[in-house]
């Protein structure tokens, strides 16, 4: 299937808006990281933003003080959590083992 056929303008819109998403999300990161942002404000925040909801748990997690690659792999694997979820595809029972893990 081709790419549809954009203008100059249309181009420019997704490009900026792909922009910001990544800004967005790289502050986050930050912020989770930092420890100014908890694990239930991104949730909260996830809520009302789609960029957020769209962030990959993976990342999330990787993000927070004390996680790396491999602790993150086997406590999503341990607690049946898909590497490729997203926030937002996150079920009742999967946020709640989550929170209460980084309360």
């Given at each position: 299937m081709a790419l549809p056929e954009m203008s100059e303008e249309q181009r420019a819109a997704a490009l900026a808006k792909a922009a910001e998403a990544r800004r967005v999300r790289a502050e986050m990161s930050h912020?989770?990281?930092t420890g100014t942002l908890t694990l239930?404000?991104?949730f909260e925040r996830a809520e009302t933003d789609d960029v957020i909801a769209g962030t990959k748990i993976t990342k999330v997690i990787l993000s927070l003080p004390g996680m790396g690659k491999v602790?993150?792999?086997r406590l999503l694997e341990e607690h049946q959590i898909d590497e490729s979820r997203?926030?937002?595809?996150?079920g009742s029972r999967q946020r709640q083992v989550?929170?209460?893990l980084f309360a």
């Open positions: 912020l989770l990281k239930a404000e991104v602790s993150t792999k997203r926030i937002r595809g996150l989550l929170l209460d």
